[in-house]
């Protein structure tokens, strides 16, 4: 079991440093941008435009320098739209130091709906799961869910997409540290946002335990600022603060067995003496 424990002296570093989050007009981005402001960072707000008036209410009445914080209009599965926020970030304060990609969203229909057919009886394509994993793999990467490890609520694309988050953070571990950059997630249980809306009293009344925005923030905040901490994704579920990779990877022989385990070590070692994984040609 590896605790993690929240320090407000390490908050403190945040001092003089660019964080830009999206999905940040409310909820948890809100609230791990306003915990980073208060300790004196310059903090980009990034979301969509119709959420502009949430965000500007976010700087002018939560931000204890609000004149260090800035909104900017970005719909992530637009590339051009989130290379603009950044540079409209390095134009405001200069350079970015960290990246909270924290924007997600789940289904509003079911993506295993067998009921969604034409009028000839065919099976149609979900447009939410495409439109679910669209946010949560392609524009995200560092806010992962419990459901990056576990999977029975029946959200199918919600899942898949939480999912993907985390094999993208085992995945890009090698590339991000050749360009001297620290990738790590964390990974929240229910938290009262727009998304849990629909349950969440019932939650209450079953008296289990929750989040809250805040306690989310500072899991973030550790993370990010923690020059230690690489590859590393942390579960937050109530008053449990847990970091899972290192676990798992110290579990592996339990799990596939010894001869497995060396065998997929060296398998691995392999991928990189050959410089990683060939890629295909197109055909």
């Not at 392609?138 to 997409?161: E, P, Q, R």
Request: proline content about 3%; aromatic content about 8%; charged content about 20%.
């Amino acid at each position: 079991m590896t605790e993690v424990k929240v320090g407000q002296a390490l908050f403190s570093q945040s001092a003089g440093k660019t964080v830009l989050i999206t999905g940040a007009a409310r909820g948890i981005g809100a609230a791990t941008a306003v915990l980073f402001n208060s300790h004196g960072a310059n903090v980009v707000l990034a979301d969509l435009p119709q959420l502009r008036n949430s965000a500007e209410e976010v700087i002018q009445k939560q931000m204890k320098f609000p004149n260090s914080s800035i909104f900017v209009s970005t719909n992530i599965v637009n590339w051009a739209e989130l290379t603009a926020c950044f540079e409209e970030a390095i134009t405001a304060f200069g350079k970015v130091d960290i990246v909270i990609a924290n924007a997600g969203i789940m289904e509003s229909e079911s993506a295993l709906d067998m009921n969604n057919v034409d009028a000839n009886g065919r099976l149609l394509e979900s447009q939410e799961a495409g439109r679910v994993i669209d946010v949560n793999l392609k524009g995200t990467l560092n806010i992962a869910s419990t459901s990056s490890y576990f999977g029975g609520t029946g959200v199918a694309a919600y899942i898949a997409s939480k999912h993907g988050v985390l094999g993208l953070l085992r995945a890009c571990q090698d590339v991000a540290r050749s360009h001297g950059v620290r990738v790590n997630a964390v990974a929240p249980f229910l938290t009262p946002t727009h998304i849990t809306a629909g349950f969440a009293h019932k939650w209450d009344e079953a008296g289990l335990e929750k989040n809250t925005p805040d306690r989310v923030a500072e899991a973030i905040a550790v993370v990010a600022l923690d020059e230690e901490r690489e590859g590393n994704c942390v579960l937050v579920a109530g008053k449990y603060l847990r970091e899972l990779e290192e676990p798992r990877a110290r579990l592996l022989p339990s799990w596939l067995g010894a001869d497995l385990t060396e065998f997929m070590g060296q398998a691995m070692q392999f991928f990189v003496s050959i410089g990683g994984y060939v890629l295909p040609k197109k055909y």
